[in-house]
């Protein structure tokens, strides 16, 4: 506690030192960044190998190249970002000049999760850079490999004044909460989301939440119903069904409902091979807690595919349920791994009112070629963002504000919106002294009156 304590007073004089504020310094930690990561790819993938089996291929397409993408974006960028804006006057404020200055809080603290534990830890690491501020990085203390490389890669690139890594787990994340930073950024679950918001609130800290929940998956008679099966197996079964947007379940409709189950068997064997749990690219649970949770899930008249765990390598092989309804208990939390709930219906209306009734969703995906169908399903559901026709896709494009609503989260990060996120709107109005207008005085006559 006394250590995090100097740490943050370091962090403040070095932010009051104003050096984060330039822009040039701005790049010049980014480029570092991108250098630094580039000098230890190779352990990287090592660590995250060791930590969760992740393949090469999906430690760079997932965890190391996202995060490239999300440098040379903000390097491109924070220029124009960091702009003074300026806005309108109203009549009322005639002679002024109102000007928008977007300035870095301060001190900020990142807490990480350990799904995508490079990635989750960095981008929002590269947002609060790019706005100008000092950052105390948390990473997950259940991907330990990966946060020792985490740490050695940041403490060999920035001063710990500017940027340093706290490893840890629970009771460090706690203390540093008692801490009263100036933004806090939390990547986790609902339940602890709830948590850091209690103790930001003490210090009224802003937060941003990035939670998670029970992402739906509609897939209706008019869909391409090769494609949605492919891209639905791709989105739900990568990194084993460890992603906070994964779909969590699926809604077919009754008519299609047979032929997409065919067409999801094929795809999980294309992606994976005959026999899954022998497949060394195929990514594992990350401990024998969460194994065991899931492994509850699954009772053998429920079971359409798959099924087979291996409980010394933590490996659950890709399944589907079906015959599920919202009472079995793989519907009560989000389930966060490979198994995959398929429940039908007849009309979309009936589902929108079923997923209304529960927590808004960080996700939803829809499987359409109607319009009208997009449009209902988009306007009636309140959840954080997603695709149509496709899954987890849209959380990769910079261009694109990621978030959660309600109980999935607040706030959003990923280019522009990772720079609005970690920067504060100072309005300025700048007032004329060639004149006064009376109107706000008492007692005075209407008119201009020169001074
Ligand atoms: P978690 O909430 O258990 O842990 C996240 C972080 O919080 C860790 O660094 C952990 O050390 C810390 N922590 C845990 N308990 C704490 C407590 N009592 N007080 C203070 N800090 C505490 O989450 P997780 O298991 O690492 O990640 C899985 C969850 O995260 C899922 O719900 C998933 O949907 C969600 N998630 C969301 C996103 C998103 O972008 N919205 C991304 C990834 C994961």
């Known amino acids: 506690m006394e250590d995090f304590q100097s740490l943050f007073a370091k962090q403040k004089q070095f932010f009051y030192s104003n050096k984060t504020k330039s822009i040039s310094f701005r790049i010049q930690a980014l480029e570092k960044l991108k250098a630094a990561i580039k000098k230890y790819e190779s352990k990287l993938i090592d660590a995250l190998k060791a930590d969760l089996n992740k393949s090469a291929f999906d430690t760079y397409t997932t965890e190391i190249g996202i995060v490239y993408k999300e440098i040379s974006f903000m390097k491109d960028h924070i220029k124009q970002w960091r702009k003074p804006e300026k806005v309108q006057t109203p009549l009322t404020h005639i002679g002024t000049k109102s000007i928008i200055y977007a300035e870095p809080y301060g001190s900020t603290l990142v807490i990480a999760p350990w799904n995508y534990p490079f990635q989750l830890a960095v981008a929002p690491m590269i947002g609060a850079i790019a706005a100008g501020n000092c950052v105390v990085l948390k990473p997950s203390e259940l991907t330990p490999t990966t946060s020792d490389v985490l740490r050695q890669l940041v403490s060999e690139t920035f001063s710990e004044e500017y940027v340093s890594v706290v490893e840890g787990a629970v009771e460090t994340s706690q203390a540093l909460l008692e801490i009263p930073f100036d933004y806090i950024f939390f990547t986790g679950s609902t339940s602890v989301g709830r948590i850091v918001m209690e103790q930001a609130a ?15 998956c509609i897939v209706d008679e008019d869909a391409h119903v090769k494609l949605a099966a492919k891209r639905i197996a791709w989105g739900k079964f990568t990194n084993a069904g460890q992603t906070c947007v994964a779909p969590d379940y699926v809604y077919v409709n ?38 065991n949770r899931l492994r509850s899930f699954l009772d053998r008249d429920n079971i359409a595919y798959g099924g087979e765990v291996d409980s010394v390598s933590l490996v659950i092989e890709p399944t589907v349920l079906t015959g599920i309804n919202w009472d079995d208990k793989v519907m ?18 009936e589902i929108i009112h079923v997923i209304n009734s529960h927590p808004k969703p960080l996700a939803l995906y829809l499987f359409s070629e109607n319009s009208d169908v997009q449009q209902q399903v988009i306007s009636s559901i309140s959840f954080g963002g997603g695709c149509i026709n496709d899954t987890i896709y849209h959380l990769s494009s910079p261009y694109l504000p990621f978030g959660g609503v309600g109980a999935s989260g607040m706030g959003a990060y990923h280019g522009k919106a990772s720079f609005d996120t970690f920067s504060h709107k100072k309005s300025i109005m700048k007032q004329t002294n060639k ?14 009156r020169k001074i």
């Open 435 to 448: 004149f006064d207008i009376p109107l706000r005085y008492p007692n005075l006559k209407n008119g201009l």
């Open 332 to 349: 009560e939390d989000e389930i966060f791994g490979p198994i995959l709930p398929v429940l039908d219906f007849d009309d979309v209306d």
């Open 202 to 216: 003490k210090h009224l800290t802003p937060v941003t939440l990035e939670l998670g929940g029970k992402s739906p």
């Open 254 to 291: 009754r008519r299609i409902k047979k032929e997409f189950l065919e067409e999801l068997k094929r795809a999980i064997t294309d992606l994976y091979g005959e026999n899954p749990i022998q497949n060394t690219n195929y990514t594992h649970i990350v401990n024998d807690k969460h194994f």
